[in-house]
């Protein structure tokens, strides 16, 4: 995995972590996320 690839991941991680803490059902988009 390349840089850029990795960053965009992480941003994906960071964003879908913030949204959880205002939206609860966001709390499942994340653990999809992270489980493909």
């Known amino acids: 995995m390349d ?3 990795g960053r ?3 941003r994906r ?3 879908h ?3 959880a803490d205002v939206a609860p059902e966001g709390d ?3 653990l ?3 489980g493909d």
Do not use: H, I, M, Q
């Open 3 to 5: 840089d850029e690839a």
């Open 8 to 10: 965009r991941l992480l």
């Open 13 to 15: 991680a960071l964003t």
């Open 17 to 19: 972590r913030s949204l």
């Open 28 to 30: 499942n988009e994340r």
């Open 32 to 34: 999809e996320f992270l």
